[in-house]
Structure formats: structure tokens, C-alpha cells
Nanobody, 128 residues
Framework: VQLQASGGGLVQSGGSLRLSCEVS????????IGWFRQAPGKDRVFVGN?????????TNGDSVEGRFTITKDRVNNMVYLQMNNLKPEDTAVYYC?????????????????????WGQGTLVTVSS
């Protein structure tokens, strides 16, 4: 197992939740760790990502900018997605993903095909 996401649950609109992603195996050598989400009946979309190997540069998707924050803990091999001011439209299964080891990006990718390793997903439900 390369990635293990956890921390999902039921939260009221306006609330907060923190998701965790445990990074292991080959994913430890990945350049980028990303978060994606998939709502029922919809495509999987980009949420945000972080430079896992160098520094802490992050990018966020437009729909979560200013509400979601990604951080990392290289000592414990964890990546976190802090989600604040949650909205019902944030309801989805959230996945963490990692780029393939040895692939390096000048521009941090937001497209799914750049990510080679995927966790199993954790469900976030936001009630109105």
C-alpha cells in the first residue's frame, strides 16, 4: 500500500474536517502528493497538491481556494487536507494520490494522469 487516506465523516455545512494521507513505499519518493475528489455520478476532480520532496509549495483548485489547506509531515510520512467552511457541494469521496517516483515537474500537475499511485478514498458528507 502506497497511500492510505482517512478522516472522512459527516459534518454540517460551515464545519471543518481534516483528512490524513499516510505515505509509504514507492510513494515516499514521489515528487508531488495530490488530493482529488469524486462526487456521486461525477468525474474525479483536482482539489489540491503539495510538493512532497522539496519545500512546501501547494496549489489548490478554484472551488476550494481559501477554504482548504494542504500540509505535510515528512517525519511521520503524512499529508493533511484541512477543510474549513465546508459546503454541501464538497460532499465526495476524497482520494490522495502521488506522482511516479523519478518523475519531476517544473509546474505541479493538476491532471489525473500525472498521478501513478492512488489511495482507497475516504467519504466526506456535508449536510445542509
Amino acid at each position: 500500500v502506497q497511500l492510505q487516506a482517512s478522516g472522512g465523516g459527516l459534518v454540517q455545512s460551515g464545519g471543518s474536517l481534516r483528512l490524513s494521507c499516510e505515505v509509504s513505499g514507492r510513494a515516499l519518493k514521489s515528487h508531488i502528493i495530490g488530493w482529488f475528489r469524486q462526487a456521486p455520478g461525477k468525474d474525479r476532480v483536482f482539489v489540491g497538491n503539495i510538493n512532497w520532496l522539496y519545500g512546501g509549495d501547494t496549489t489548490n483548485g478554484d472551488s476550494v481556494e481559501g477554504r482548504f489547506t494542504i500540509t505535510k509531515d515528512r517525519v511521520n510520512n503524512m499529508v493533511y487536507l484541512q477543510m474549513n467552511n465546508l459546503k454541501p457541494e464538497d460532499t465526495a469521496v476524497y482520494y490522495c494520490a502521488a506522482t511516479r517516483e523519478g518523475d519531476y515537474y517544473a509546474i505541479i500537475p493538476s491532471y489525473l494522469s500525472a498521478y501513478n499511485y492512488w489511495g482507497q478514498g475516504t467519504l466526506v458528507t456535508v449536510s445542509s
